[in-house]
């Protein structure tokens, strides 16, 4: 069975940092663009950051360019999101994901995907 396992996820200050961490098992997914999303609530799903298969190519939300920071690891088959200079509106559900690409900034394109780790924030 196919899974992607987020980790990371806590309450932290506004100004702090968070490491979210998402490993894959029950297959390899080192030829997969993989990306990381946000929901707050009441909010649609939202793109974050994603990398190529290699870690060639990295793309970032505005919202979050020059905080956050995306990696991967393919012998680990786990990718990261380095998350610096948290603010309250970063609060929200992250999930990350696998698709074939090369295209990794569109919700729809994914077929692959975590369950979930709350982010909060606190003002």
């Known amino acids: 069975q196919v899974q992607l396992v987020e980790s990371g996820g806590g309450l932290v200050q506004a100004g702090g940092a968070l490491r979210l961490s998402c490993a894959a098992s029950?297959?390899?997914?080192?030829?997969?663009?993989k990306g990381w999303f946000r929901q707050a609530p009441g909010k649609e799903r939202e793109f974050v950051s994603c990398?190529?298969?290699?870690?060639?190519?990295?793309s970032y939300a505005d919202s979050v360019k020059g905080r956050f920071t995306i990696s991967r690891d393919n012998a680990k088959n786990t990718v990261y999101l380095q998350m610096n200079s948290l603010k309250p509106e970063d609060t929200a559900v992250y999930y990350c994901?696998?698709?074939?690409?090369?295209?990794?900034?569109?919700?729809?394109?994914?077929?692959?995907w975590g369950q979930g780790t709350q982010v909060t924030v606190s003002s």
């Open positions: 029950g297959r390899t997914f080192s030829s997969y663009a």
């Open positions: 990398i190529s298969w290699n870690g060639g190519s990295t």
């Open positions: 994901a696998a698709v074939p690409g090369p295209r990794c900034t569109v919700v729809a394109d994914y077929d692959y």
